[in-house]
Every structure is written in structure tokens, then in C-alpha cells.
């Protein structure tokens, strides 16, 4: 159930200031021969690129930048292959993926059977009393329906005859609900009679009892019932499983070509660990943290602003915004907020998880002390209620939308008329657009023809309007790879087709390979030093074995990263036969 980090980091962050040298100076690394497509716009493709203290030096031809190799530049032949500003997940969860790669990967299931299966085998080797975890799985992708279905998910009773002596806990692909078997819901003091805590549902069949699907709000009740379990660790033990997963987590994206990550929310404890680590060198991923919303109360608000940080650690850690703050669920729970009733389910409109006073009250929190707001929005009425929270906070406090760069996370539903508004407020539509190939499949059984053609994942007409639009992978939700999100970007073939979801709403591969570098570097007030290629900026690339800008577009799913550099240090380089 626990592996550990079994990797050895190339190169260990060391801080270096940069300073630039005289023309035709050492450079610490030089690529050379290959395709570097800069997105700078004065000079948008080269051949070779150097770097020195952490930052481009140069980037021209192969005869241009001969001139910076001297006896101590480590120089790396490229072959051909495409490098490009290193990839900012603009949106994941940085614990979160540690995490699951310690769970169960419930990701690639076909049947609920196969979970099941899996649970199964877990708790022959679980200890009684040991939870189970598990994160991935996904009602609607499976090939058949599980044998009984209350409310359009699955229930219980096969995870109580295979782990009736282990709690288990096992979390939907979107994060936004759990199922949980009786031993896990006896844990939490969960029965018929525990009513829905707020923004959240327990799922109950015919008789009043609970199936194990918890959604959105209550999944607090199961988790925390997990979190008073792990309370027996000593110090040390939950310090070691902590940075294992941190290990973990920075592995996963460095191989992935991921050189800056913005994490949706940790606790300031949490941050506090993570600082340590970047104290340490321990930490060659760029992190650009949002504080979660738990911590934005105004009795706390000393203890926030003390918390801010930016460029800490030679730029490996960014805390300056307060999010992912939820307002709706997720769109495959039908949990997303609505402004009209689902087409599957005529009695929902979705969930308002966190009330949009208390939402309004963070983000005046954050426009007083400087903070960044970020909102969870999927559903269309919860799309435009943070445009009208955003806009209400703006006027009453005399601000500038542009200048703050609020940030709406997800946009995924959007009514036509609050399309045009991102633009107008300023407000950031960070996407992931791997989500509209993955959920196009019940987009619209969900919705209708009308509304999903009107405003289901309309990046061409955000991106048209004049918003900046990110990109990104929601991991753990789906697999931190970038190449599933610019795939799915610049064709809508829904996963595991050649069947396009609304085609005029893809981007070209200009476009999705600028939301994201430069994008995400802009979402996070860093297109000054990272996002680009340009000299004096920050040396962060990945190299990659196909040129995805001008491969057949079914060939750049099984695009590979063959170095990952940060601040001009090699700290990922693919082996033989991975």
C-alpha cells in the first residue's frame, strides 16, 4: 500500500545568483542541435540555448552559441529534438498527488468489479483495523454498470464482503466523492439517521441507509474519521511519510517535463514543511502554493500575511494567493452548480459547497492583505456567481481585476453572456484540457445538446474574447502528463477516440503551448523571469522526443521527456526503457 521514493535526484537545488557575464563567456549548460521553440516572440525559434547562474545566457544557432562553451560547460546534443520553456502546471494538487501514489490507482479500472478486485487483495495483506486508500475511480467511464445503482453510483456492499475487517476510503476521480464501506462509515459515526452537513450529501438508498457515496461536504466526515487513524504516528514516522510523498510528487512531475507547479491549497502547516524542504535544497520543483481557504479568517489574517513569500529559495517557493476556495462540486458527481436542472437528474441543480458570503469575505480578506483569490467553478451558476463575487468585491474596493488577476479555476460550464466577462473583470480562466476529453463522454446526457455546444469547455471563445486562459491537469484527478492536455486542447477527441467534442472550440498548438508556459508563468505574476526563453530568463526546459508542434496529432500522446532542466540544472534525464 506505502512505496517509497526510489529515486535519486540528478542535481540537488543550490542557490546561485545570477549575474551576466561578458559576451562569449562560459556558460554553465549548453543545448545544442536541436529545435527550441522560445515563445519570445522577437526570437521564436532557435537551434541551441545556454545558460548560466540559472538563467539564459543566449539562445541562436549551433555557431552562434559555440562561443559559450568553454571547459566547464556541460553540454548536451540534443539529436533534433524539440526543447521548450518548462511546463507550469497551473492547476494540480501537490500533496494530493504524493498521496495517491501511495494508494491504490483506481484510474485505469474498466469494471466497479475490478476495484473491488483490487480492495480484495489489499486487505489480504491489510493488518484488521488498517484503512484501505484508493483514488481514480469514475462511475461513468466504466465499461458495464455495477450491479446496484442508487442515485447513479455504485454502493457499498461488495467493498463490506471483501474488507468487512478494514475501514476503506476510496476517492472519485474529481476529488469531489468518496465511497466508504461500513467499517470506514462506523469509524466516522456515520448511519441513517446523519443528516447532510453542509454543501455535501450522504447518498442513502430506498431505506434510509447510507450506500458509502459521500459527496462533497460530507466526505469530511469519512476523512477525518482517517485522520484521527493516523494521529498514532510519532512525529518522525508522519515527517518520513510526509516527505515520501513530497518525493514522490516532485518526481512525478519532473518526469512529466512540469518545472513549476501551482498547488490549490495547503495548510500553513504545511507550507511551513515544504519551506524546510526548500531551506534544505531538497526541492528542485518550482512551487507556486495557494494557502487553503480554512486559514482566511480574519482572526488568522496576521498569521497569513506572515505566510507570504515570494521568489523564496532562488524561486522554488511562491506563497502570495489564497485558494482553491469550492464553490460547487464536479460536473461527474452532478454536484456542479446549475443555473437550470441537470437533464439526467430533473430534481438537482448541484451544490453551493461554500456559501458565496463566506467566499466574498475571503477574497476581501485577500484584496486587503494582497493575496491572489482563486474559486473552484464548474457549474455555470457558479461560474457566474464568482464573476459577480469577484466584480462586487472590485467596486466596493476600488479595484483593478487586471492588476490582481483573480483567477476562476476550472470555467467549465459557462452561461453565454458570462463568457465575455472573464476579459472585462481581468479574471484568469484556468482550464485543464484534459477534463473536456475526459468528460465529454456524459457532458451532454448531463446537460443537453444546447447548453454543452454553448458553453462546455468554449476555450476558442475565451480565448477569442480576449481572457487569458491556462492549462493543466487537476492531478491527482488525471495524470500530471502535459501532453494529455495540449493533445486534448488542440484536437477535443474525446479519450480513446478520433471523435471530436465541438471541434471549433480547439486551440491551435501555438496557442496550447502558450497556455502552458507563458499563461501560467502571467497567472502567477511570473512572465518576467519564467514562461519563455529569452536571455535573463529563468533556465527551465524540457526536451522532448517528438516535436509536438508538428507531428500528426495521434503521435503526441506518446511524446516522452528526455531531460527536464530547472534553473539550468539537469534534474531529470529519461533512461533506456522507461
Known amino acids: 500500500m506505502r512505496r517509497r521514493a526510489l529515486f535519486t535526484l540528478l542535481i540537488l537545488l543550490t542557490p546561485a545568483a545570477f549575474a551576466c557575464g561578458p559576451a562569449g563567456a562560459p556558460a554553465d549548460l549548453v543545448l545544442r542541435d536541436g529545435k527550441v521553440v522560445t515563445m519570445d516572440p522577437t526570437h521564436p525559434e532557435a537551434q541551441a540555448i545556454a545558460m548560466t547562474g540559472g538563467k539564459v545566457m543566449a539562445v541562436g544557432s549551433d555557431s552562434e552559441i559555440q562561443r559559450y562553451v568553454g571547459d566547464g560547460t556541460q553540454v548536451i546534443d540534443l539529436q533534433g529534438h524539440l526543447a521548450v520553456p518548462g511546463f507550469i502546471e497551473s492547476h494540480g494538487h501537490f500533496t494530493g498527488l504524493g498521496s495517491s501514489l501511495t494508494q491504490l490507482d483506481l484510474m ?121 487513524s493516523q494521529a498514532g504516528r510519532t512525529p518522525e514516522q508522519a515527517q518520513e511519510d510526509f516527505r515520501n510523498e513530497v518525493h514522490l510528487a516532485v518526481h512525478d ?37 495557494l494557502v487553503s481557504q480554512g486559514e482566511a ?31 460547487d462540486g464536479a460536473l461527474g458527481s452532478r454536484s456542479a452548480w446549475m443555473l437550470e436542472p441537470y437533464s439526467d437528474d430533473p430534481n438537482s441543480t448541484g451544490l453551493n459547497v461554500t456559501p458565496m458570503a463566506r467566499i466574498k469575505e475571503i477574497a476581501e480578506i485577500g484584496a486587503r492583505d494582497g493575496f491572489q483569490i482563486s474559486v473552484h467553478a464548474i457549474g455555470d451558476r457558479a461560474n457566474r456567481e464568482t464573476l459577480d463575487a469577484y466584480e462586487a468585491v472590485f467596486k466596493e474596493m476600488n479595484l483593478r481585476g487586471d492588476t490582481l488577476r483573480w483567477r476562476d479555476e476550472h470555467s467549465q460550464l459557462l452561461n453565454p453572456s458570462d463568457i465575455p466577462r472573464f476579459a472585462q473583470l481581468g479574471v484568469i480562466a484556468s482550464m485543464q484540457g484534459i477534463h473536456e476529453c475526459s468528460d465529454a463522454p456524459y457532458v451532454i446526457p448531463r446537460l443537453g445538446e444546447k447548453r454543452a455546444e454553448e458553453g462546455a469547455y468554449v476555450w476558442r471563445k475565451l480565448w477569442d474574447s480576449g481572457a487569458v486562459v491556462t492549462n493543466g491537469t487537476d492531478v491527482p484527478v488525471e495524470d500530471i502528463d502535459p501532453m494529455a492536455s495540449f493533445h486534448c486542447s488542440v484536437t477535443r477527441y474525446m479519450v480513446g477516440t478520433d471523435s471530436a467534442f465541438f471541434a471549433d472550440q480547439a486551440l491551435t498548438r501555438e496557442e496550447a503551448l502558450k497556455t502552458y508556459t507563458v499563461n501560467g508563468a502571467y497567472a502567477a505574476f511570473e512572465e518576467h523571469e519564467k514562461g519563455s526563453l529569452a536571455p535573463g530568463m529563468m533556465g527551465d526546459v524540457a526536451v522532448l522526443d517528438r516535436d509536438i508542434m508538428t507531428v500528426p496529432a495521434d503521435s503526441i500522446l506518446g511524446t516522452h521527456v528526455l531531460y527536464t532542466i530547472v534553473g539550468g540544472k539537469v534534474v531529470y534525464q529519461r533512461e533506456d526503457g522507461e
Not at 455535501?200 to 434510509?208: L, P, Q, S, V
Request: glycine content about 10%; charged content about 25%.
Open 108 to 228: 485505469h479500472a474498466h469494471t466497479w468489479q475490478d476495484i473491488v478486485d483490487m480492495v480484495a487483495a489489499a486487505a489480504k495483506d491489510a493488518k484488521p483495523g488498517q484503512w484501505i486508500l484508493g483514488r481514480g475511480w469514475h462511475q461513468e467511464k466504466w465499461d458495464s454498470p455495477p450491479p446496484r445503482i442508487v442515485a447513479g453510483f455504485q454502493t457499498n456492499d461488495l467493498l463490506n464482503q471483501v474488507a468487512p475487517n478494514n475501514p476503506v476510503m476510496l476517492t472519485h476521480a474529481s476529488g469531489h466523492a468518496l465511497i466508504a464501506n461500513d467499517a470506514a462509515l462506523k469509524l466516522a459515526e456515520v448511519s441513517a439517521s446523519t443528516p447532510d452537513p453542509q454543501g455535501g450529501e450522504i447518498i442513502k438508498d430506498a431505506r434510509g441507509r447510507p450506500t458509502g457515496i459521500m459527496v462533497d461536504g460530507a466526505e469530511g466526515l469519512v476523512r477525518r474519521a482517517y485522520g484521527k
Open 253 to 289: 512531475a519532473l518526469s512529466k517535463g512540469v518545472t513549476s507547479f501551482q498547488d490549490m491549497g495547503e495548510s500553513l502547516a504545511t507550507i511551513d514543511e515544504i519551506k524546510k524542504m526548500v531551506d534544505e535544497g531538497d526541492m528542485p520543483l518550482r512551487l507556486y502554493i
Open 297 to 327: 479568517t480574519t482572526e488568522n489574517e496576521a498569521n497569513l500575511v506572515a505566510h507570504k513569500m515570494i521568489d523564496y529559495g532562488d524561486g522554488h517557493l511562491t506563497v502570495r494567493a489564497i485558494g482553491e476556495i469550492t464553490s
